[in-house]
C-alpha cells in the first residue's frame, strides 16, 4: 500500500513539475528561515542553564533615582561584599567579581628584551575561591584555595597556552604574570566552559589582591556606600529555601545603615536579579564587560517571522493544490469507484505533502551554514549548525515536517478527498463548491501580500529612521576627523605631549586637540551638582561631562554662544555648558550665565561658567541632549584621546594616516593604534539598527519570492482555465489590452485590498518600535504610497509573462477542440 502511495505521489509529482517546484522551493525557504531562527532562539533561551544551582544565583544590582528619573547599575559599593557575608543571613555563597578595564598582560621578566607583551586583554576578574563553587570548572591543575591568596592568578586552559604556547600545564603553575603593574603567580588551570553563558573570563586573580595592593584598594574606595561601578559586581547563591525577598531587605537595610543619604533628590536600593535574567535584562547588560546581551522582544519577533515565512510557503501549497483540484478529479473518482476510501485518499494527499516536505527539509539542511555565515556578523558567536552533536535538530526537524505537512496538506486532502464519483465523472467538480474555493484562494493570497506588504512597509520605515540619525546635524561636524586614543602608563604625560607636539606639525593635519570621547560616545559620564537662582536651589544629579583642550570646540566646529572658550589653567574652576543646562537651571540667555556658578560639582566643587555652546547630540537619537558641563582634564594627558582634523583633500589621507601612525610608534613602540574615524564610530553606535534592517530586508525579500511563486503559480493556472474563454473574446473582437487588464484586474485589487489592511498594521507597529528613539523620524505619506505601489508593480511583473503570453495566443489554438 504504501509503494503505491509513494508511486503515485511521484507520478503526480512529475505531471505537475512547475507547482511541485514552486511548492518545494516556497518550503524550503520557510524551513530554512525557521532553522536558522530556532538555532539562534536555541542558543539565547539556553543561556547559563547549565549551573548545578542556578535557580538560586542572583546578582545583586543597584537601583538610582536622580530627581525622579531611573538609573540602573548591574554593580555595587566596593564595601557590599564584605559586610553582606558578615551581615546578611540566608546566602550559600557570597561571590564578587571585579574586572579590571582591559589591562596590558606582560611575561618573562627575568629579561626585559624578552618580555611578552598582551595589549588589552579582555575577561579578566577579581573574585574568591568560591566562584567555583558557584560555577562548575573541570580543574587541570592546582585548587581553588590558592586563591585565598593575594597574587595568585587561575588561568582557563585556552589563556594559559596563549600566554605560554606549547608548555604543559602542570609547568605553567608558578609562572609570573603581571597585569599592568599587578605582578601575580599562576596557580591553577581550569578548563574553559563550553555552555552558553555570560561567565567568559580566561584569568582568575585573588579578590584578596584588591584588598592587599595599596594603589588597588584605594581605587575600590571600600568607605563609599554611595558610589556602584559596573566593573563591580555581586553574585550570591541563596540557602535552600531562603526568600530573595528577605535577604534584599537585609541588604537595602545594611545600606541604610552605611549610606550618607543627606542628598534627599537622589535615591539608592539593591535588587536581586536572577541568572536567567541577566542576559535578557537590557537595563543592567551583562556580566563580563563587553558580553552581548540578547532582547527576548528580538527573539520573538525572529519566531514570528519564521512562522510567517511558514504560513505563507503553506499558503502556498494550499492555494495551488486546491486549484490544481479540477485536474486530479477523475482520479480521484475512478478510485473511489474502485473501492478507494476517503481515509486512502486522505493519507494518498497527505503523503505526499509530506514527501515534499521532507525534500524541502533536506534542501534546507544543505543552506543553513551558508545562510549563518551570511548573518555571521549579528548572529552570537557560537551558533552552528552540527548535525551529529546537537541531536534537538533532528527532534525539531521532526516537528517541523508533521506539523508543516499537517498544516499546509490537511486541507487540501479533506477537499480533494470529498469529491463524489458521480460528480466527478460527469464533470460536475467545477461548478460544485466553485465560489467557496474561489473565495478561500483569494482570501489566502491576500493574507500573503498583507505579511509581504507589512514587511515591506516595516523596512522602509526602519532604513527611513536610521538614514535620520546617521544624518541629521548632530550639532557637531564629524567629517575627516580621526581619534586616537593613548595607553595609560606612568610617564604617559610626557609621552602624549611629545606626541601631541608631533601631530601638530604632521603635513596634512589641520587641527590637534587633547581629550577624551569624540562629542557623540557610547561613553557616557555623569555627575551631581547645583546651580543656586536666588533663593532656588536647583539639583542637577545627571548633569553630563565632556572634557577637551581649547582646540576641542574649535576641531568639531562646535558654536560658542557667549563667553569666551576654555583656556589650559581652568580644569578645576570653570568649564562651559549647553543650552539645555540654561534650559534646565531657567537661565534665559546665554549671555546671563556667564559668571555664574555652579556648587557641589561632583560632590566638592565650585565651577565657574565662562562660556555656553550650542547643543549637540552626545549619544545616540535614543537619547535627548541632557545638560553637559564640557571642561579641561588633567587626566586626559595621561590616559586621553587625541581628536585629529584631516585636510579636506581626501585624496591625501591615506599618506596623512600612515604619517599619524608612525609617529605613534616613534612614542609607543610596543602599543598598536587604534586609528579611526569617528563618523564611523557614530555609524556602529546603530549597529543594532541597521542589523535590524538587515534582518527585515531578508524576511521582505523571502516573504515576496514566497507570494509570488504563489501568485505566478495561481496565474498559469488561472490562465490555463480560461483559455477557451481568451479564445472566444478574442474571436469577438478583444484587443490584447483589454485581455491583459481582465486577467490581471483581479491581482490588483486584490494587492489594494491588502495594502489597505497591512498598512495600519504596520503604522501601529512601527509606532510602538518608534517609543524607543527620543529624536525620530516623520512617517511620510509617500512612503506608504511608494510600499504599496511597489508591491504593486512587482505582482503584476510576476504575472505579466502569462498574462501577456495568454493574451497573445492564438484562439483558433484554444478553439479547435470545440
Same mark, same amino acid.
Given at each position: 500500500?504504501?509503494?503505491?502511495?509513494?508511486?503515485?505521489?511521484?507520478?503526480?509529482?512529475?505531471?505537475?513539475?512547475?507547482?511541485?517546484?514552486?511548492?518545494?522551493?516556497?518550503?524550503?525557504?520557510?524551513?530554512?528561515?525557521?532553522?536558522?531562527?530556532?538555532?539562534?532562539?536555541?542558543?539565547?533561551?539556553?543561556?547559563?542553564?547549565?549551573?548545578?544551582?542556578?535557580?538560586?544565583?542572583?546578582?545583586?544590582?543597584?537601583?538610582?533615582?536622580?530627581?525622579?528619573?531611573?538609573?540602573?547599575?548591574?554593580?555595587?559599593?566596593?564595601?557590599?561584599?564584605?559586610?553582606?557575608?558578615?551581615?546578611?543571613?540566608?546566602?550559600?555563597?557570597?561571590?564578587?567579581?571585579?574586572?579590571?578595564?582591559?589591562?596590558?598582560?606582560?611575561?618573562?621578566?627575568?629579561?626585559?628584551?624578552?618580555?611578552?607583551?598582551?595589549?588589552?586583554?579582555?575577561?579578566?576578574?577579581?573574585?574568591?575561591?568560591?566562584?567555583?563553587?558557584?560555577?562548575?570548572?573541570?580543574?587541570?591543575?592546582?585548587?581553588?584555595?590558592?586563591?585565598?591568596?593575594?597574587?595568585?592568578?587561575?588561568?582557563?586552559?585556552?589563556?594559559?597556552?596563549?600566554?605560554?604556547?606549547?608548555?604543559?600545564?602542570?609547568?605553567?603553575?608558578?609562572?609570573?604574570?603581571?597585569?599592568?603593574?599587578?605582578?601575580?603567580?599562576?596557580?591553577?588551570?581550569?578548563?574553559?566552559?563550553?555552555?552558553?553563558?555570560?561567565?567568559?573570563?580566561?584569568?582568575?586573580?585573588?579578590?584578596?589582591?584588591?584588598?592587599?595592593?595599596?594603589?588597588?584598594?584605594?581605587?575600590?574606595?571600600?568607605?563609599?556606600?554611595?558610589?556602584?561601578?559596573?566593573?563591580?559586581?555581586?553574585?550570591?547563591?541563596?540557602?535552600?529555601?531562603?526568600?530573595?525577598?528577605?535577604?534584599?531587605?537585609?541588604?537595602?537595610?545594611?545600606?541604610?545603615?552605611?549610606?550618607?543619604?543627606?542628598?534627599?533628590?537622589?535615591?539608592?536600593?539593591?535588587?536581586?536579579?536572577?541568572?536567567?535574567?541577566?542576559?535578557?535584562?537590557?537595563?543592567?547588560?551583562?556580566?563580563?564587560?563587553?558580553?552581548?546581551?540578547?532582547?527576548?522582544?528580538?527573539?520573538?519577533?525572529?519566531?514570528?517571522?519564521?512562522?510567517?515565512?511558514?504560513?505563507?510557503?503553506?499558503?502556498?501549497?494550499?492555494?495551488?493544490?486546491?486549484?490544481?483540484?479540477?485536474?486530479?478529479?477523475?482520479?480521484?473518482?475512478?478510485?473511489?469507484?474502485?473501492?478507494?476510501?476517503?481515509?486512502?485518499?486522505?493519507?494518498?494527499?497527505?503523503?505526499?505533502?509530506?514527501?515534499?516536505?521532507?525534500?524541502?527539509?533536506?534542501?534546507?539542511?544543505?543552506?543553513?551554514?551558508?545562510?549563518?555565515?551570511?548573518?555571521?556578523?549579528?548572529?552570537?558567536?557560537?551558533?552552528?549548525?552540527?548535525?551529529?552533536?546537537?541531536?534537538?535538530?533532528?527532534?525539531?526537524?521532526?516537528?517541523?515536517?508533521?506539523?508543516?505537512?499537517?498544516?499546509?496538506?490537511?486541507?487540501?486532502?479533506?477537499?480533494?478527498?470529498?469529491?463524489?464519483?458521480?460528480?466527478?465523472?460527469?464533470?460536475?467538480?467545477?461548478?460544485?463548491?466553485?465560489?467557496?474555493?474561489?473565495?478561500?484562494?483569494?482570501?489566502?493570497?491576500?493574507?500573503?501580500?498583507?505579511?509581504?506588504?507589512?514587511?515591506?512597509?516595516?523596512?522602509?520605515?526602519?532604513?527611513?529612521?536610521?538614514?535620520?540619525?546617521?544624518?541629521?546635524?548632530?550639532?557637531?561636524?564629524?567629517?575627516?576627523?580621526?581619534?586616537?586614543?593613548?595607553?595609560?602608563?606612568?610617564?604617559?604625560?610626557?609621552?602624549?605631549?611629545?606626541?601631541?607636539?608631533?601631530?601638530?606639525?604632521?603635513?596634512?593635519?589641520?587641527?590637534?586637540?587633547?581629550?577624551?570621547? =569624540?562629542?557623540? $560616545? *557610547?561613553?557616557? !559620564?555623569? &555627575?551631581? /551638582?547645583?546651580?543656586?537662582?536666588?533663593?532656588?536651589?536647583?539639583?542637577? #544629579?545627571?548633569?553630563?561631562?565632556?572634557?577637551?583642550?581649547?582646540?576641542?570646540?574649535?576641531?568639531?566646529?562646535?558654536?560658542?554662544?557667549?563667553?569666551?572658550?576654555?583656556?589650559?589653567?581652568?580644569?578645576?574652576?570653570?568649564?562651559?555648558?549647553?543650552?539645555?543646562?540654561?534650559?534646565?537651571?531657567?537661565?534665559?540667555?546665554?549671555?546671563?550665565?556667564?559668571?555664574?556658578?555652579?556648587?557641589?560639582?561632583?560632590?566638592?566643587?565650585?565651577?565657574?561658567?565662562?562660556?555656553?555652546?550650542?547643543?549637540?547630540?552626545?549619544?545616540?537619537?535614543?537619547?535627548?541632549?541632557?545638560?553637559?558641563?564640557?571642561?579641561?582634564?588633567?587626566?586626559?594627558?595621561?590616559?586621553?584621546?587625541?581628536?585629529?582634523?584631516? =585636510?579636506?583633500? $581626501? *585624496?591625501?589621507? !591615506?599618506? &596623512?594616516? /600612515?604619517?599619524?601612525?608612525?609617529?605613534?610608534?616613534?612614542?609607543?613602540? #610596543?602599543?598598536?593604534?587604534?586609528?579611526?574615524?569617528?563618523?564611523?564610530?557614530?555609524?556602529?553606535?546603530?549597529?543594532?539598527?541597521?542589523?535590524?534592517?538587515?534582518?527585515?530586508?531578508?524576511?521582505?525579500?523571502?516573504?515576496?519570492?514566497?507570494?509570488?511563486?504563489?501568485?505566478?503559480?495561481?496565474?498559469?493556472?488561472?490562465?490555463?482555465?480560461?483559455?477557451?474563454?481568451?479564445?472566444?473574446?478574442?474571436?469577438?473582437?478583444?484587443?490584447?489590452?483589454?485581455?491583459?487588464?481582465?486577467?490581471?484586474?483581479?491581482?490588483?485589487?486584490?494587492?489594494?485590498?491588502?495594502?489597505?489592511?497591512?498598512?495600519?498594521?504596520?503604522?501601529?507597529?512601527?509606532?510602538?518600535?518608534?517609543?524607543?528613539?527620543?529624536?525620530?523620524?516623520?512617517?511620510?505619506?509617500?512612503?506608504?504610497?511608494?510600499?504599496?505601489?511597489?508591491?504593486?508593480?512587482?505582482?503584476?511583473?510576476?504575472?505579466?509573462?502569462?498574462?501577456?503570453?495568454?493574451?497573445?495566443?492564438?484562439?483558433?489554438?484554444?478553439?479547435?477542440?470545440?
Amino acid at each position: 500500500m504504501i509503494k503505491n502511495y509513494i508511486k503515485t505521489a511521484f507520478r503526480t509529482f512529475r505531471k505537475n513539475k512547475w507547482f511541485t517546484l514552486i511548492n518545494t522551493i516556497g518550503l524550503a525557504i520557510g524551513i530554512c528561515s525557521a532553522l536558522v531562527i530556532y538555532l539562534v532562539a536555541y542558543f539565547d533561551l539556553t543561556f547559563d542553564k547549565f549551573e548545578t544551582n542556578s535557580d538560586r544565583i542572583y546578582r545583586v544590582v543597584t537601583n538610582f533615582t536622580f530627581s525622579g528619573t531611573p538609573a540602573y547599575n548591574p554593580g555595587v559599593c566596593s564595601p557590599l561584599p564584605m559586610a553582606a557575608k558578615t551581615s546578611v543571613t540566608g546566602l550559600e555563597l557570597v561571590v564578587p567579581l571585579d574586572q579590571p578595564l582591559f589591562p596590558d598582560v606582560e611575561l618573562g621578566e627575568s629579561n626585559p628584551a624578552q618580555k611578552q607583551k598582551f595589549r588589552q586583554q579582555r575577561d579578566i576578574t577579581f573574585t574568591t575561591p568560591d566562584y567555583f563553587k558557584l560555577i562548575n570548572y573541570q580543574w587541570l591543575a592546582g585548587n581553588p584555595a590558592s586563591l585565598n591568596e593575594p597574587y595568585h592568578t587561575v588561568l582557563t586552559a585556552d589563556r594559559a597556552q596563549q600566554y605560554f604556547p606549547g608548555e604543559p600545564l602542570r609547568q605553567i603553575i608558578g609562572k609570573v604574570v603581571v597585569y599592568d603593574s599587578v605582578k601575580t603567580t599562576v596557580t591553577g588551570i581550569v578548563a574553559p566552559l563550553t555552555e552558553n553563558t555570560g561567565f567568559t573570563f580566561h584569568d582568575f586573580i585573588s579578590y584578596n589582591t584588591l584588598l592587599t595592593d595599596h594603589v588597588l584598594r584605594q581605587s575600590l574606595r571600600l568607605d563609599n556606600w554611595g558610589r556602584a561601578q559596573v566593573k563591580s559586581q555581586l553574585f550570591l547563591q541563596l540557602a535552600p529555601g531562603a526568600s530573595a525577598t528577605a535577604v534584599t531587605k537585609q541588604l537595602n537595610a545594611l545600606l541604610k545603615r552605611n549610606l550618607d543619604n543627606t542628598n534627599k533628590h537622589k535615591t539608592q536600593a539593591f535588587a536581586l536579579q536572577p541568572l536567567d535574567d541577566i542576559h535578557f535584562n537590557t537595563k543592567y547588560g551583562g556580566i563580563a564587560d563587553y558580553n552581548n546581551r540578547a532582547s527576548k522582544s528580538v527573539i520573538y519577533s525572529l519566531v514570528a517571522i519564521a512562522v510567517f515565512l511558514l504560513l505563507l510557503a503553506c499558503i502556498n501549497f494550499i492555494n495551488l493544490s486546491t486549484a490544481q483540484g479540477g485536474q486530479r478529479a477523475k482520479e480521484i473518482g475512478i478510485r473511489k469507484t474502485l473501492g478507494s476510501s476517503r481515509a486512502q485518499l486522505v493519507y494518498q494527499f497527505l503523503g505526499e505533502i509530506l514527501l515534499i516536505t521532507i525534500v524541502a527539509f533536506g534542501i534546507s539542511l544543505m543552506m543553513t551554514p551558508y545562510l549563518l555565515k551570511l548573518f555571521a556578523g549579528f548572529i552570537p558567536e557560537g551558533i552552528h549548525l552540527d548535525l551529529v552533536h546537537q541531536q534537538f535538530i533532528w527532534w525539531f526537524g521532526l516537528l517541523l515536517i508533521i506539523g508543516v505537512g499537517l498544516a499546509a496538506g490537511t486541507y487540501p486532502a479533506l477537499v480533494l478527498s470529498g469529491y463524489k464519483p458521480v460528480s466527478v465523472l460527469k464533470n460536475q467538480t467545477q461548478a460544485q463548491g466553485q465560489t467557496r474555493k474561489t473565495l478561500l484562494r483569494k482570501s489566502l493570497t491576500v493574507s500573503q501580500f498583507v505579511i509581504a506588504q507589512f514587511f515591506v512597509i516595516a523596512t522602509a520605515m526602519v532604513g527611513k529612521q536610521i538614514y535620520f540619525a546617521l544624518h541629521k546635524d548632530l550639532g557637531f561636524k564629524k567629517d575627516n576627523v580621526v581619534t586616537l586614543n593613548a595607553p595609560f602608563k606612568n610617564n604617559s604625560a610626557r609621552q602624549n605631549a611629545a606626541l601631541l607636539a608631533q601631530l601638530r606639525v604632521t603635513p596634512g593635519i589641520t587641527m590637534v586637540s587633547m581629550g577624551h570621547d =569624540a562629542p557623540a $560616545s *557610547d561613553n557616557t !559620564s555623569s &555627575t551631581e /551638582a547645583e546651580y543656586k537662582d536666588g533663593k532656588t536651589t536647583i539639583h542637577m #544629579d545627571d548633569l553630563a561631562m565632556k572634557f577637551g583642550d581649547e582646540n576641542y570646540i574649535k576641531l568639531y566646529h562646535i558654536p560658542l554662544l557667549a563667553g569666551r572658550n576654555l583656556l589650559p589653567g581652568d580644569a578645576n574652576h570653570a568649564f562651559l555648558v549647553n543650552e539645555a543646562f540654561l534650559h534646565r537651571a531657567g537661565i534665559q540667555r546665554p549671555q546671563d550665565a556667564i559668571g555664574k556658578f555652579v556648587d557641589n560639582f561632583n560632590g566638592d566643587r565650585r565651577m565657574e561658567i565662562v562660556g555656553v555652546v550650542a547643543d549637540f547630540d552626545q549619544g545616540t537619537v535614543h537619547d535627548v541632549i541632557a545638560p553637559m558641563a564640557l571642561m579641561t582634564s588633567p587626566e586626559a594627558s595621561m590616559s586621553g584621546t587625541f581628536h585629529i582634523l584631516l =585636510a579636506a583633500n $581626501s *585624496d591625501e589621507w !591615506s599618506g &596623512t594616516l /600612515a604619517r599619524i601612525r608612525s609617529e605613534w610608534h616613534s612614542v609607543y613602540p #610596543d602599543d598598536a593604534d587604534d586609528l579611526q574615524f569617528v563618523d564611523e564610530g557614530i555609524a556602529r553606535l546603530y549597529d543594532k539598527e541597521q542589523h535590524t534592517v538587515t534582518l527585515l530586508q531578508w524576511a521582505t525579500g523571502l516573504s515576496i519570492l514566497i507570494s509570488c511563486m504563489g501568485l505566478l503559480g495561481l496565474t498559469i493556472f488561472n490562465t490555463a482555465q480560461r483559455t477557451k474563454e481568451i479564445g472566444v473574446r478574442k474571436v469577438l473582437g478583444a484587443s490584447v489590452s483589454s485581455i491583459m487588464l481582465l486577467l490581471s484586474k483581479e491581482i490588483m485589487l486584490l494587492i489594494v485590498l491588502a495594502s489597505v489592511i497591512a498598512i495600519p498594521a504596520a503604522v501601529y507597529a512601527i509606532n510602538l518600535w518608534m517609543q524607543d528613539f527620543a529624536q525620530r523620524t516623520t512617517m511620510s505619506w509617500w512612503v506608504f504610497a511608494t510600499c504599496a505601489g511597489g508591491l504593486l508593480v512587482m505582482a503584476l511583473a510576476t504575472s505579466a509573462f502569462q498574462t501577456i503570453r495568454a493574451a497573445l495566443a492564438n484562439p483558433v489554438k484554444s478553439l479547435r477542440s470545440e
